[in-house]
Structure formats: C-alpha cells, structure tokens
C-alpha cells in the first residue's frame, strides 16, 4: 500500500508540525529579537533543514520496507541497521512523553467543551497544576489519546494515517488564519505585532541567565520542527513510489512545517507582548495564553476552544507518525498485522507514559519527580524533563549526524544522486554542489554546536 504525492506531503508535514511550531517557536521569537530570530530559523531550515528532508525521504524511498533495512543497501549487510533501530526507540520514547502533553490538551478542550466556568473563574496557574499533578485525571486524559492515536495508526495507511493528513492539515490551517485574522477584531488592544516585527539581532548573541544563545536556539529550531532523526520522516517515505521526485518533494514539506511556523509565531508571539512573566514550554499555553482569552470575555470561550483543538490536531498527527516506524518494522520485519500492531504499541506508549505522568506530581516518587537531578528547584517533572532533552532533543541531533555519516562512509553521494534521479529526475550540478557541502560540512559543525552547547548546558 503507497501514499498517494499529496498524501505523503501531508503526512510527512503532518508529523513535522506540532508542539516545536505552535509553543516553542513563538516563545523564542518572543524571548530572542523577534524577526531576528525568525530569519534566522528560516536561513538554518534552509541551509540544513531541506538537505535533511531529501537524505530522509531518499533513504526511505530506496529501501521500501522499513527503518531498519533502509540502512540495509546493496552489500551493506546488517551492520549499519542499529542507526535504525536507535531511530524507532528514539520515536517510542518521544511518543512516552508526546502523549502525555496531548493528554493535558485533551482535558483542556474537555474544561471548554463541559465546565468553562472552572476556567473562566480560577487562576490559569493554578488549574494547570491541577491538570498535570491530578495523576489519576492525567492518565485518564492520556490513555484516551494514546487510543485515539493507536486506532488511526492501526487502521492501514489510507484509511487512516493519509486520511487524518488530508483533513486535519487543511483543518489546522484555517483554524491559525481564523484566529489570526478575528483575535485583533475581538481585543485590539491585546495584540501588539511590534513584539513579533522587531529586528533585534543582538539578544541572537546575548547569553541568558543560563548560558543559552538565541542563535543556538534558531539551529536546534531547524532541526527539531521538522521532526527529523527520529526515522518518521524515513518510514514516511518507505510508503512512496520509487519515481517520486523527492527532491520537490522534500521541499514542499519542509516549506509547509516552515509556514505553520511562522504563522504560529504571526498568532501567538503578539499576545505575548502586555504579559509580565512568560512561561516556556507548555505553561506559555496553558497559563499565559488562557488567561489572554479569558480577557476576551464571552468570546474568550470560543477562542480558546479552538486553540487548544488546532493544539490537539497537532499533537494527534505528529503522536501518530512516531508509532509509524516501530509499526512498519513489526509489519515488515515480524509479520505482524497492522491493527495488532498499531494496539500493541499504543499499550506500549501509554505503559512508558505512566511513569511521566506520575513524575509531573509532587507526591511522587522522589527517582521520577527529580530523576537525574532534573526536577529544578521545586523537584518535579524530573522524569519528563529528563526525556525531553535526551530523546526530543540529543537522540535527535544524533540520528541526523549519524544519517550523514551513513550517506557519507557507506551508501556514497553518487549512489544517493541516482536515486534522486530515479524516475527521469534531474538533479543540477548546482543542487548537487549544494548538498553534497551540506553534508560534508555544514550539517556535521551544525550539529556539533548543537551538541556541544547541550553538553555545557548539562554539566
């Protein structure tokens, strides 16, 4: 079964855009220069984002079956699969912590949906703590869309996965322009678009209060909007026709994860202006822009309403395509079918949740709440904190350094160009000057700055 051109887009577009375009990026806008920042992201996603993009979908294109033997070539043998592997527990262990962030926006489009007067008249701080230290509400909410996500990854690849793309993308897109284009009639006064205009290149290269760099911050933002390294994208791929043009292709996802970005910064980076204390990370949602819609008045219920679904579409397309590499593999590797394996590793995603759940509660064990000594002052969320800097971020920069050293020391750049041209495709000395500098040079030093900066931030 093979997507269909529009439906591998989608999809692949789908598992990029998630929490990293509409929470992570505005923030960093917000924090690091505005526009500033934003050209930079652009530039690095450019620069590094787009080569990525082709060297994923190619690998995937050529093997055809899954993750692991995709790093099986002609006379590769089985010594390079690990790469593989490495990429399928790296997009599992995601998916662990994925879910229960989903799970928090599943209870709060249910508080806007049965019980909007609890929000509307308590403190947003307040009810997001209730949310996320209420174990037993944490699970409930988590279990129900790690179901969700399972039974739509379970469902085959059109009726389910393609399916999902081609509504829920253009779905997402008009839900950011509608709230683009009515927040400044409903509170003028609220919005303030200087904050995102601003051109301040120089907070890019002022340390914050912890060592970090908003220029370091824009190359981590290229790599990790578009969801790379954790084999989705690969997989993805592995589902295409062999005379696909992965060259347009690739492009045109990257364009598409590059836009929603920029429009969640064009949507959230001007309510952020008038606000004394922002959050970073899932507070910025939950606590800051919940208590801009409350000061919306009646309509800050609609508002906010359909923030927090265009949130959980996110969040579902990105939550199915990190099963889709461990489901391929089953399917392929195992003979598994695809429904028992899509239920089996949404058992497996909900079972690693419970322990980041438990570790976001204060009564907690203290190994979960201050695991690795990453429960901050006030020790919680140690265990979640833990996994969103070893696998949403490190195990990521690992598995794209570790594709370029595949492409570079065993498939070869020749092997990869003649794939790229597979189908009467023509790749110009130009693009192919480009790429080939890309993968020598620019990504390898891009990624060992990245790596290097997480390593001092750590220790």
């Not at 003028?188 to 220029?215: C, S």
Request: proline content about 4%; some cysteine.
């Amino acid at each position: 079964m093979k997507f269909s051109k529009t439906g591998h887009i989608l999809a692949s577009a789908g598992a990029a855009i998630g929490v990293a375009n509409l929470v992570i990026f505005p923030y960093r806008v917000h924090f690091f220069g505005g526009s500033a920042y934003v050209l930079a992201f652009v530039g690095f996603t450019l620069l590094m984002g787009i080569p990525l993009m082709i060297l994923e979908n190619a690998l995937g294109k050529r093997s055809g079956t899954d993750a692991i033997d995709a790093f099986r070539g002609p006379g590769d043998g089985s010594g390079w699969a690990w790469i593989g592997r490495l990429g399928i527990v790296t997009a599992i262990m995601v998916a662990s912590f994925y879910l229960v962030l989903a799970g928090w926006t599943l209870d709060y489009c249910w508080h806007y949906l049965t019980d909007y007067e609890m929000l509307a008249e308590t403190l947003a701080g307040p009810a997001f703590g209730a949310a996320v230290t209420t174990t037993s509400r944490a699970l409930l909410f988590t279990g129900l869309f790690t179901s969700l996500v399972a039974v739509i990854a379970s469902s085959g690849l059109n009726p389910g996965i393609e399916r999902l793309s081609k509504i829920a993308m253009p779905l997402l897109g008009l839900l950011i322009v509608f709230l683009i284009i009515s927040l400044p009639v409903l509170q003028p006064e609220a919005v303030d678009y200087g904050n995102l205009l601003r051109f301040d290149w120089k907070t890019l290269f002022v340390p914050t209060a912890a060592g970090e760099l908003g220029i370091i911050h824009a190359l981590g933002q290229a790599f990790f909007s578009l969801g790379l390294g954790a084999a989705s994208m690969l997989t993805f791929a592995t589902h295409t026709r062999r005379e696909e043009n992965v060259l347009v292709n690739a492009q045109r996802i990257v364009h598409l994860d590059t836009v929603v970005a920029l429009l969640g910064a064009v949507l959230v980076v001007p309510l952020l202006g008038g606000l004394g204390n922002v959050h970073n990370g899932p507070p910025l949602v939950f606590i800051n822009l919940v208590e801009v819609f409350k000061s919306y008045g009646g309509a800050g219920h609609l508002v906010g309403m359909m923030f927090f679904v265009l949130l959980g579409i996110a969040i579902l397309t990105s939550a199915v395509s990190l099963l889709e590499p461990a489901l391929r593999a089953l399917t392929t590797q195992r003979g598994w079918s695809r429904r028992m394996a899509g239920l089996g590793l949404g058992a497996l995603a909900f079972v690693l949740a419970v322990p980041v759940v438990i570790s976001c509660s204060p009564s907690g064990p203290g190994w979960l709440t201050d695991f690795a000594g990453m429960g901050g002052t006030d020790p919680t969320m140690g265990y979640f904190n833990f996994l969103l800097e070893w696998f949403g971020s490190i195990a990521l920069l690992i598995g794209t350094l570790l594709l370029c050293v595949y492409l570079l020391r065993r498939w070869g750049l020749s092997g990869f160009f003649d794939e790229l041209e597979l189908g009467g495709h023509t790749v110009s000395v130009g693009w192919r000057q480009g790429l080939t500098f890309a993968y020598r040079y620019v990504i390898p030093i891009g990624i060992g700055l990245l790596l290097l900066a997480k390593v001092v931030a750590l220790f």
